[in-house]
């Protein structure tokens, strides 16, 4: 992934680990960072690996267990949820 490191990107992605990333507004640096992944397959791909990876901490399934457990936590066990 590429993009430039707006908030709402840099809450999903680690610059150099998972996506490069450019300051925002700076287009020389985005064209650089895309021009460095067509030029290195062995990087792109291992971007591409691990930001499959981090993203799934982010599906649904995760954040409703999540949920679910904190719900749990707060109210004393799972009968209590749903009454």
């Not at 709402?8 to 450019?22: C, I, M, N």
């Not at 971007?47 to 999540?66: C, E, N, P």
Request: hydrophobic content about 35%.
């Amino acid at each position: 992934m590429v993009a430039s490191a707006n908030d709402g990107v840099r809450d999903y992605t680690e610059d150099q680990k998972t996506a490069l990333l450019s300051p925002p507004g700076d287009a020389k640096h985005l064209a650089d960072n895309i021009l460095e992944l067509l030029n290195n397959p062995e990087k792109r791909i291992h971007l591409a690996w691990q930001g499959y990876k981090h993203i799934q901490a982010y599906t649904w399934d995760v954040a409703t267990t999540r949920l679910e457990n904190i719900l749990q936590k707060k109210f004393n066990g799972p009968s209590s949820i749903y009454c």
